[in-house]
């Protein structure tokens, strides 16, 4: 394995945002998976990826920081994931890796943002003009989808939903910042493949938000797929997940 640490992609005022590079041994341009860390959009860090066992299955892997909470609210980090891809693109040669074959993925926090890169394709307020931010796949693992519905959790001004939205969810004002920082609300069938895993004893995440995510793609005749699993809370390590992600990135990518 490669490793190309501390890669600065953007600079801020205050702050530089970093990635960390990963390269299988002996593959000739791999594809390459984009990890989105969770955290509540509040912590956490990208420094314990998920999937750096697909490096043994020829895929490459890069880890992104993004704009904290604390650091700017909704939507800087959604605007910062689709710069650290934007940055990926251009130095793919530099590395070496597919642009062509990019995964974007994400836990919790990481899952709602790597499920908005692929819904929001496009989106001119959050791109910069003529850069292509389409992605092959997407892996969303138990991210919240449609942040003002069935959302227990949001019941409070000082909710990570809340400071994620810098509004109280539940206001008039806080609802449309809601609306906006839901993946489905973009959904319209020109979505990439989509694969979604939750563990329906999930606590933190419900259930069905993954199901509002599932329904609404199935509709727009987006392929997706969701692995459900049983007894799950927010978080798990688990063998048949690990063999639903091979099987459906060897699929699609």
């Known amino acids: 394995m490669k490793k190309h640490l501390d890669i600065p992609y953007k600079q801020l005022d205050n702050l530089t945002l970093h990635l960390d590079l990963f390269l299988p041994d002996n593959a000739i341009n791999p594809p390459l998976i984009m990890w989105i ?7 956490g860090d990208r420094k314990t990826p998920f999937l750096m066992r697909q490096l043994d299955r020829g895929y490459a892997l890069a880890s992104i920081d993004y704009r904290l909470t604390d650091q700017g609210i909704f939507p800087c980090n959604i605007i910062d994931c689709k710069d650290a891809l934007i940055f990926l693109k251009e130095n793919a040669d530099k590395y070496g890796y597919d642009i062509s074959r990019i995964v974007v993925a994400g836990d919790s926090a990481g899952g709602h943002l790597a499920a908005l890169i692929g819904t929001s394709i496009g989106h001119a307020d959050w791109e910069k003009d003529g850069v292509d931010c389409s992605v092959k796949a997407v892996i969303d693992y138990y991210g919240p989808i449609a942040v003002d519905r069935e959302w227990e959790n949001a019941q409070d001004a000082e909710s990570p939903e809340s400071q994620l939205l810098g509004e109280f969810v539940l206001t008039k004002r806080g609802r449309v910042r809601a609306a906006a920082a839901s993946p489905i609300t973009y959904i319209d069938g020109s979505e990439p493949p989509f694969l979604i895993i939750h563990g329906d004893n999930d606590e933190v995440v419900p259930y069905s938000q993954s199901i509002f995510l599932r329904n609404a793609l199935e509709y727009a005749g987006v392929s997706v797929a969701m692995h459900r699993v049983h007894g799950g809370g927010h978080g798990f390590e688990c063998k048949a997940v690990d063999a639903v ?5 060897d699929y699609h990518v």
């Open 245 to 249: 992600v091979d099987v459906f990135l």
């Open 37 to 43: 860390h969770g955290g509540a959009w509040m912590y």
